[in-house]
């Protein structure tokens, strides 16, 4: 190879030729972005050819940070460390960061404008463990890099690309194209106006009390085990049969939450061009409506209307609808979670760090990362979140554990308390609903069931690192289970039981979710991440197995209890319709054919004598 020479002419005093002469075809300078000069390339011998240059110096790749007029590996200095880069290559100049963030250029492309931030669940790429950045500092490269793959783009990977829109029902807000965006509201009222009105309707006229100890710990069960299976991108099932029994399982256990047909398969297009702030609306929305329908079904079912329909139809009314005390609790513990769920996720905050860590205002909305904080459309949304956290997330499990407590820091009623008791005793119906499965001395936990939903929600849609939330899930878990058999706080022995091995349950539930993690992320064989997945949606479907195995056991048992009943009230009738026919018999005027036989026979010779007799007198 032949030996080259390059001379460099600048007027930026930053800018210089670190190596004059060259054998590999490379010569290598140093100086500030945007400087500008003319590098002159020529060969020392043989053929005497020489080449000019106009150069213009460009920011460091992304990653990397100017030191001395010269790109270094943020990775190495912890002063202007970005987040999520950890390691690079001097040589070819590309940084690698965690599939865990995001990254990418605000404005122009330079290292001051390069920003970092954990990616929300989903929203990035996952498929691989870390990214290779290009080697120049490209927004569009990055953009397509992080975001591309689930037809995203923008900040923190929160928009949609074009002709795409973020769908209604998937848990991760999935980005999918608009064809069928014409069918959204009535796909919207299919999966969920009907299925919420068919759910209340039930619950109402059938009096169901999920306030119960049987029904407590299933219900807490159904509306937490859907975040130890949910399908990231990092954790997700291998075989396509795991990935079925998951979507069965969501179907089954999300009527819990008010969530019907909740997954990313079953989601769909409700609005052309529809956003994060569209999707949010549209379930608060759904909220509404549950609540206001709750109440009218009680008092349409409470009015003598419904009561003389039901006798025109029976005998006697068939269905006792519930008091609108215990629908409205009812209403409460379903819709709970997922009341909690959507405040935090309006209410998340990203921040945006530049190198060095340094924070970069405005602050984002976390899953709609193109929208500055408490700006423009975020402000309803904002009050709305905090409205329902003070009156119903906040509220709910502090008065539930405060109120057993009144009693015991107020014991006597004076002057003084006489009217805060009889205020607090107004509300006693609401209370015992929530509280009458309880001992006495352990009422409290009925508030501690709703504060274990806050902060398994709050773990799940605030922490962006799923070894992170799944950790301190079990942990959670862990100490929840060990409170619960330590005051077993159910009147009922077999309550306490059960909600004990539901506990247990979630506890190894999760931790086959952490196992699938690891061995996801170690590049594990496939085989046993399907046979940890197989076990782990056993172990889910396990107690509605149970349900259904103790409802036609108690049904059988029934039956066979009304059977010989039934015989014995069967041969009964009978009995009496054979007397009744005997009694109503009608008299005959006729001699039966055995009857006449008999006389006949018996009187015969002497009827006949007699008629001799005459015949001679005569």
Known sequence: MELLFGILTTNDESLYLNNRYTANNRFKMSGQPNDTGHLEIGTLYFCNLTVGID????????????????????????????????????????????????????????????????????????????????????????????????????????????????????PGYKCGNNELCSYGPLFYILSSIIPLTLTFTIIIMLGVNFNSGAWNGFVFFSQIVGYFTATASSVSYVSFSERVFHIISA??????????FYDDILSFCLFKNANFFVIMGIEILSLVFALLLVVTLVSVMKSHYFYRLQTACCKRPFFKPTTLTKALTTFLILCYSQ?????????????????????????????????????????????AAIIAIVTIVIFTPLFLIAYPLFYKVFPQKNKVTKNLFRRVEMFKPIFDAFQGCFKDKYRFFSGLYFLYRVIFVSIFS?????????????????????????????????????????????????????????????YSQDKLMIAIGYTQLVLVFLPIFIIICLLLGLVKKKCCKKLPQMRADLSNLKDDTESSH??????????????????????????????EDLEDSL
Request: one cysteine or more; hydrophobic letters at 40%.
């Open 251 to 260: 179907l089954i256990y999300g009527p819990f939450s008010l969530r019907f």
């Open 55 to 170: 150069i213009t110096m460009s920011a460091c790749p992304p990653g990397f940070v100017n030191k001395n007029n010269t790109c270094v590996c943020s990775a190495d200095y912890d002063s202007d460390h970005y987040y999520g880069i950890v390691r690079c290559d001097n040589r070819e100049f590309e940084a690698s960061i965690s599939s865990l963030f995001w990254v990418g250029y605000i404005g122009n492309e330079s290292e001051d404008t390069l920003f970092s931030r954990l990616c929300p669940q989903e929203y990035c790429n996952y498929n691989e463990t870390f990214h290779v950045l290009p080697s120049v500092p490209s927004f569009s490269q990055l953009d397509l890099l992080i975001c591309g793959i689930n037809n995203r783009t923008g900040i923190l990977c929160s928009d949609c690309i074009e002709n795409n829109s973020v769908y209604y029902n998937s």
């Open 339 to 383: 009341t909690t769920q959507i405040c935090f996720k309006i209410l998340a905050i990203g921040i945006l760090t530049n190198k060095g860590s340094s924070v970069i205002f405005p602050l984002r909305v976390q899953q709609m990362g193109s929208q500055a904080y408490l700006t423009g459309v975020h402000i309803p949304f904002f009050i």
């Open 462 to 522: 605030l922490i962006n690192v799923p070894l992170a939330s799944l950790s301190m899930a079990q942990v959670v878990v862990m100490i929840i289970l060990a409170i619960h058999l330590k005051f077993q706080p159910y009147k009922n022995k077999l309550h306490n039981n059960i909600d004990g091995c539901l506990f247990l349950l979630m506890g190894i539930i999760n931790t086959l979710t952490l196992a699938r993690f690891v061995q996801s992320d170690t």
């Open 582 to 611: 005997e009694a109503n018999a009608v008299p005959t005027t006729y001699i039966e054919m055995n009857t006449q036989l008999s006389v006949d026979t018996a009187d015969g010779s002497k009827l006949r004598k007699d008629l």
